[in-house]
């Protein structure tokens, strides 16, 4: 049987898991990124949960090859840059240092555009040549397709739009400083700081009042919603404004067919994506209006990806 | 002898002209498209300027085709729809009422589209494969190409960047009602409506201080800015931090490897395109910095809009 390994490194968990050509993970493990600081105790630890998953098979798989997701991930030359959430700082040359332990076909790319090369093979993109796939963890991610192709960039770093300057008032900034930048105010981290932002603009009376920033967490803002927290309300309806902003500037540019929205903040449901509906067809120019689909990812939250990221393989063997 | 027939519709002026495989422009024409706002009456004209084109060649052409640049056209559908700076209004199937006047091979395209793609095959594009055209005339428009093809979008309407929200400061609307629009800033009347805001915010003198909104022509700054006048010196480096920023925000979405700049407003030269890149640079994430050039179109500036326009048949013939 064909399968290929998927391997998600986050800020947080390395995700590993093997998958069929249709896109399901027959069997996957994870570990904590950061019990490994130095690159080559990561590299072998990577490879040791690799044969175990493969031994573990019931089957002698034929392995095709390695998909990579990583943040800052640049698909030309195997590398992650500068990632701000890894502790491995400067340019890791991962792809060339992982082939000299596990030597098979292996491609790396920013987990963004990962995801949508997912979404391309085994998701909601399967019958669409223009999309973009939106990441909304703790921070903001891309991942674009046009004319049936992801679009890498010169340099395999398109899609960093969760740094674009979106110039609102006072200017939060960014992880990379950046002030006004798009994450700083749309994605799980933006969300929290929306919380911090409305209580001291309004004082309407909240649950958020008694929780300290570090206590605040997504589905408790979610919960907050349904129970018509104040506070909570005009958070979702302002992340859903400069969301909205946003997703109609990128449709200026490769005007997609739709945008794919997958990550934590999604997780929020109708609060987020009913006012971000209703803005972005205010925002819309008139040529674009009532033709771009704003969705949900097609795939299994828990595997998706892993399964994006085996999703650089297959797309060679299909 | 093989040539193209490339066809740019403006608002001003149609320019009609045959270019070879070289992207030589070897016979021209133009008139005054207002002149026929009787969407038939146009179309006959423009037969006609062929069929005098073609006559006076001292050699038998085989037309190829006939290429069309013209704003806010679809490519997918070979409409031109709600052009703001055309008198036919609504949605005008151009393409297939040219066909039945001139039945032969016929592309449509958008104008900045157009122009990417004329850089692409006969211009500064020829050995890059991710790179974006901005053409800065009335208006600003861009074409963007991505791992060696022309992005069209969804519906063919990619690249309409001069409507994207810029959200600065008063917000000027662009000729679609957009408030901060990015041409309200940069473009020929982007940096005429700049002028009467420096003229209004300072009270240095200046020759513009004698002149009207509607005397105010785009050489006059830059020969002011070259006599040292501050209020133009203001209004380009204003202009050029702008566009900077727009810029930036381009690259973090296809990393270009550089942006090729066209039309009337780069006559200004060095007033420019000096502080554009000093704070292109600035605004640049660091994973950017230093990799992607700002450069001037390779075609030559009187036949460009033909040649582009050309391009879209010639495409298919190399």
């Known amino acids: 049987m064909d ?14 898991g093997l998958v069929d050509k249709e896109g399901n993970c027959l069997i996957k493990s994870n570990f904590r990124t950061r019990e490994y600081p130095d690159l080559d105790a990561f590299l072998d630890k990577v490879k040791s949960e690799v044969d175990v998953l493969v031994g573990s098979l019931n089957l002698a798989p034929n392995i095709l090859g390695c998909g990579i997701g990583a943040p800052n991930a640049s698909s030309k030359r195997g590398t992650i840059e500068n990632a701000a959430n890894l502790l491995w700082k400067g340019t890791v040359p991962l792809l060339e240092k992982l082939k000299e332990k596990m030597p098979m076909p292996m491609r790396i790319m920013n987990d963004a555009s990962a995801a949508a090369l997912g979404e391309m093979l085994f998701g909601n993109g399967r019958n669409m040549t223009d999309f973009i796939v939106v990441t909304l963890g703790t921070g903001f991610g891309a991942g674009i397709v046009a004319n049936g192709q992801l679009i890498d960039g010169y340099d395999g770093f398109a899609g960093e739009l969760g740094h674009i ?64 927290d104040p506070i909570a309300l005009k958070a979702f309806d302002f992340t ?79």
């Open 3 to 16: 399968l290929v390994i998927g391997i998600d490194i986050g800020g947080t968990k390395t995700k590993i």
């Open 165 to 228: 300057d979106m110039t609102i008032g006072d200017g939060r900034l960014t992880g990379l400083g950046v002030p006004g930048g798009l994450e700083a105010y749309v994605s799980a981290t933006g969300l929290k700081r929306t919380i911090m932002f409305m209580l001291s603009k309004y004082l309407d009376d909240s649950r958020f009042r008694d929780v300290s920033y570090n206590q605040l967490h997504g589905e408790d803002i979610t919960k907050a919603a349904e129970e018509g």
């Open 240 to 318: 859903a404004r400069v969301m909205a902003q946003a997703l109609a500037n990128f449709t200026a540019f490769t005007q997609p067919e739709a945008f794919i929205l997958m990550g934590g903040l999604t997780q929020s449901g109708k609060w987020l994506t009913d006012p971000l509906e209703k803005y972005f067809e205010e925002f819309l120019l008139d040529v674009y209006k009532g033709k771009v689909k704003i969705m949900r990812s097609g795939m299994r939250g828990k595997t998706a990806a892993i399964c994006g990221a085996a999703a650089l393989i297959w797309e060679s063997h299909r």
